[in-house]
């Protein structure tokens, strides 16, 4: 029987609870992708781009894309995605770079404000799931 799989690798810090970065899921000859909520921090827990919600979900993107390709997926293979921000202001700069990284994708797509996230100066949280 085939085993679910936990995604991570050295961009990501230990998780600090019950939880995996990833997960990918065996699933009728395909793969289940789900990814928790990914937020702008480095592998030591530190947030960046502080002032900057779109660099912060370019950095995001690429640590979606790194959990990926652990699965042996890319970015073209997410069908849904989540954005939490702190600000709905700051959707003129997330939207360009979010419709940069999925443009060949076109998943479905939520976007929702939230009071605050879990690591303080972190305004994007991007949740996303894929089928490989």
Request: net charge neutral; with cysteine; aromatic share 6%.
């Amino acid at each position: 029987m085939n085993k679910i799989k936990r995604l991570s690798n050295d961009r990501f810090p230990e998780p600090i609870g019950a939880y995996s970065n990833g997960l990918s899921i065996p699933l009728d000859g395909k793969k289940l992708i789900v990814l928790t909520g990914q937020i702008a921090t480095n592998s030591s827990g530190k947030a960046q781009y502080i002032d900057d919600p779109a660099k912060q979900t370019e950095y995001i993107f690429e640590n979606i894309k790194s959990l990926l390709n652990e699965a042996d997926g890319d970015i073209n293979n997410i069908v849904r995605v989540v954005i939490y921000v702190t600000d709905i202001n700051d959707f003129p700069k997330i939207s360009p770079v979010r419709n940069a990284y999925l443009k060949e994708a076109k998943p479905v797509s939520t976007l929702v404000e939230v009071n605050k996230l879990t690591i303080e100066g972190c305004k994007v949280e991007i949740e996303v799931t894929a089928i490989i």
